[in-house]
């Protein structure tokens, strides 16, 4: 699909949107926005929305592209989740060895004063 159709289609399913609008939403120049917008309006295609219910092709096209990105939002959340629990995990992993860096310091600085102390 290319720019022009996916902005038409966008035009024809958000009748109200306004250039700035398609523009952002398609990942295009405002100005190439109001370039195809006329020159379809010179074509006399004109971007309406659906009457009696039945969808556009452009409404389709929409629907499914929004259809797929909820998924991928879904999908990034279960990912965002166990990160966030395996990030906890890390975190009381490493809280436990520093705790056994204190334990085997205080060991060797224990054995230490005993070989000090001790004669040969």
Known sequence: MTKSQQIRGYKEANPLHKAK?????CGVTTTYVYQ???KAK??????????????????????????????EIANLQIIEEVN????VDYEAEI?????????YRAVISYLQG???GATV
């Open 21 to 25: 609008d398609i523009a952002k939403a």
């Open 36 to 38: 195809v917008l006329h």
């Open 42 to 71: 010179k074509k006399k295609v004109k971007p309406v929305a659906s009457k009696n219910g039945v969808l556009t092709d452009g409404q389709k096209v929409l629907r499914e592209e929004m259809d797929r990105l909820h998924a």
């Open 84 to 87: 966030d629990k395996l990030l």
């Open 95 to 103: 809280e436990q060895l520093e705790n056994d860096i204190i334990g």
């Open 114 to 116: 005993q070989l000090d």
